[in-house]
């Protein structure tokens, strides 16, 4: 399995953003593919966004298109979650997740991925 750690939380104003962080070690990070899923709280955890083994497919969640971006740095054993015009129900604690498959059919479900980080709270101030 790969260990995960996420980084980069914090309180932010309304429409303004954060960079989160998931740096990855021990198994080759490049063999997973790697989401960012969130859980405000009183809420079930829900998927936000998803990126290949290369990087070179996406996907986000409907709340996030046109705000989030995800992307990896393989070289780094790092994956990001670029958030812009942050809003207050944005407030949550994102987890990053691994997926050994590269498929991309059940994306969303968290049972596709097989180890979790252990979260970072974002807070957005109205």
């Known amino acids: 399995q790969v260990q995960l750690v996420e980084s980069g939380g914090g309180l932010v104003q309304a429409g303004g953003s954060l960079r989160l962080s998931c740096a990855a070690s021990?198994?080759?990070?490049?063999?997973?593919?790697m989401a960012w899923f969130r859980q405000a709280p009183g809420k079930e955890r829900e998927f936000a966004a998803r990126?290949?083994?290369?990087?070179?497919?996406?996907y986000y969640a409907d709340f996030v298109k046109g705000r989030f971006t995800i992307a990896r740095d393989n070289a780094k054993n790092t994956v990001y979650l670029q958030m812009n015009g942050l809003k207050p129900e944005d407030t949550a604690v994102y987890y990053c997740?691994?997926?050994?498959?590269?498929?991309?059919?059940?994306?969303?479900?968290?049972?596709?991925?097989?180890?979790w980080g252990q979260g970072t709270q974002v807070t957005v101030s109205s």
């Open positions: 997740a691994a997926d050994y498959s590269d498929v991309d059919v059940g994306a969303a479900r968290m049972i596709v991925y097989e180890c």
């Open positions: 021990g198994r080759t990070f490049s063999n997973y593919a």
């Open positions: 990126i290949s083994r290369s990087g070179g497919r996406t």
